[in-house]
């Protein structure tokens, strides 16, 4: 149902940009943003055996309210995507502001779908797994469009390497037969992705200018990026956790 809806509400954005802006500016948008819906919902589906409670290890036949928050977290992700390729300088200030408005309301909702799960008591590996997906997802396509929108360095994109390399370490880690070392719980590591959310978000507002949002970007994500070697050097235990 879900997957549905949300497709509905694509082809609702589609159509009005077509009306408002140009067909080529619609076809493109529903193209992208549909390809990274379908993204989102194949994710989630394999990984429907996790909807269950890791402590109680309690299995829920529904989704619950914190993993379709999340899920509608895609989604704009997804909305946000449909607008790479474009040229902003030819929008109308319908169009223009759209992207700053899904992706703003996305990073919002990385901090609800948590608590709200844990309030509906429907904490899940799912909702974890899957928030984490969509947090790495969401800070490789808002980045992108940000860079391409000439509003963040492009230095930034490492930021948005930075998970996918990460999980690709310790796959080829696994492949050989190396161990993977368990990470430490640290509040610091969320707050930085919070942060890297923030600063991305605000690039894409068309009146926020490029000559605060770049540098801001850039130093930024400097301890983000040191947080990841860290950490990659606690899971190949070369820091032993303490």
Same mark, same amino acid.
């Given at each position: !149902? ?10 609702? *954005?589609?159509?009005? /940009?077509?009306?408002? =802006? ?9 193209? *992208? ?9 194949? #994710? ?5 055996? /996790? #909807?269950?409670?890791? +402590? ?5 036949? @529904?989704?619950?309210?914190? #993993? ?14 449909? $607008?790479?390729? %474009?040229?902003?300088? %030819?929008?109308? +200030? ?9 992706? %703003? ?15 509906? !008591? &429907?904490?899940? &590996?799912?909702?974890?797994?899957? =928030?984490?997906?969509? =947090? ?26 930075? $998970?996918?390399? $990460? ?6 880690? @696994?492949? &050989? ?19 890297? !959310? ?22 930024? !994500? *400097?301890?983000?990026?040191?947080? $990841?070697?860290?950490?990659?050097? &606690?899971?190949?235990?070369?820091? @032993? +956790? +303490?």
């Amino acid at each position: !149902m879900q997957g549905a809806l949300g497709t509905a509400f694509l082809v609702l *954005i589609s159509t009005t /940009l077509g009306f408002l =802006d140009s067909a080529k500016l619609a076809t493109n948008f529903l193209i *992208i943003s549909g390809i990274s819906w379908f993204y989102v919902l194949a #994710n989630c589906h394999g990984k429907l055996h /996790l #909807n269950f409670d890791p +402590k109680s290890e309690r299995y829920f036949h @529904k989704l619950g309210i914190g #993993n379709r928050l999340t899920l509608t977290r895609g989604l704009l992700i997804g909305a946000t995507a449909g $607008f790479i390729g %474009t040229d902003p300088s %030819t929008l109308s +200030k319908f169009a223009v502001f759209l992207p700053a408005i899904f992706y %703003t309301v996305a990073a919002i909702g990385d901090a609800l779908d948590g608590y709200i799960a844990r309030v509906t !008591m &429907q904490t899940t &590996q799912l909702g974890s797994e899957l =928030d984490n997906e969509l =947090d790495a997802f969401g800070l490789l396509i808002a980045p992108v469009l940000a860079v391409l929108w000439n509003k963040l360095h492009f230095t930034y994109l490492l930021v948005s390497a930075a $998970f996918y390399v $990460f999980r690709l370490g310790i796959y080829l880690r @696994k492949h &050989q037969g190396k161990p993977v070392y368990e990470l430490v719980p640290n509040r610091f590591r969320r707050r930085l992705a919070g942060y890297q !959310m923030g600063v991305v978000a605000t690039s894409l507002w068309a009146p926020i200018p490029a000559e605060l949002t770049k540098p801001v970007g850039v130093l930024l !994500m *400097i301890p983000l990026l040191i947080r $990841f070697l860290l950490d990659w050097l &606690q899971i190949s235990g070369r820091i @032993k +956790k +303490k």
